[in-house]
DNA sequence: TCCCAGGCAGGGC
DNA sequence: GCCCTGCATGGG
């Protein structure tokens, strides 16, 4: 199966979305921060963090590894959480800088599984939050499966299971191309964010036809 | 007022 | 392995 048209049928319905947005000179470590801060969060409340982060000018690893932790707290306090985050943050830039002297691609250049597992021994990184560090930091060719893509794909029904089994199937039905990867997957969060809610099925979304629920419990 | 947001970790079973 | 809970602020 090959997921393509979803694809063009999702871009021309939502238009590029431009993901990952980053401010700063140092776009690698920006991300990370972002994608630790958007954990269970909207990503408004991340831009504001980000914003305190910026003014504190605390936007590098050595800065953050350095800082006092009640300094940090309060600048990521609009994502909430904001206790374990700004702990999570801390250590992670301790780490690079201890291990790497700052430098991402010390990392990133590693062989794909090695780099992964390196992330995800590290606290507060979980398989979407590595893989989309992988993909938007380190742009790697692997595609992060997030509650929004878990519903979408059930309630469209061309994929079902567990993370690393949704992940295959978007592995095998993609392009290898890190343009589609990266904007599947926030097209697919934009579809979710505005659908994939109401049941039987969502009026107005343009996969509508497709949806489980139509199909199963609507007729034309 | 209630529910959700671009999850993760730790516990129980 | 899966399911539950705590973590917490901001916006609809």
Not at 38 to 66: D, F, H, Y
Not at 84 to 105: P, T, V
Request: hydrophobic letters at 35%; charged letters at 25%; aromatic letters at 10%.
């Amino acid at each position: 199966m090959n997921q393509l048209p979803l694809y063009k049928k999702l871009l021309k319905h939502f238009g590029k979305q431009h993901w990952w947005p980053t401010t700063t000179n140092n776009p690698q470590f920006e991300i990370i921060i972002g994608a630790l801060l958007t954990q269970q969060s909207a990503w408004r409340n991340v831009e504001k963090a980000i914003e305190n982060l910026k003014k504190e000018g605390l936007l590098t690893p050595k800065a953050i590894a350095e800082t006092n932790i009640h300094k940090l707290e309060a600048c990521v306090k609009p994502t909430g959480f904001y206790k374990q985050k700004a702990r999570r943050l801390r250590k992670f830039a301790q780490y690079i800088q201890k291990q790497y002297s700052g430098n991402l691609e010390l990392i990133f250049s590693k062989p794909l599984e090695e780099a992964r597992k390196e992330l995800l021994s590290l606290e507060g990184i979980g398989a979407e939050t590595a893989d989309s560090i992988l993909l938007y930091a380190a742009e790697k060719l692997i595609f992060p499966i997030d509650a929004y893509t878990t519903r979408v794909c059930e309630r469209l029904g061309i994929a079902k299971g567990n993370y690393n089994e949704l992940q295959h199937f978007f592995h095998s039905n993609l392009p290898k191309n890190l343009e589609v990867y990266k904007e599947m997957h926030a097209l697919i969060v934009e579809l979710g964010k505005n659908y994939c809610k109401t049941k039987p099925v969502c009026p107005s979304c343009p996969l509508r036809k497709q949806c489980s629920f139509y199909t199963s419990k609507t007729k034309t």
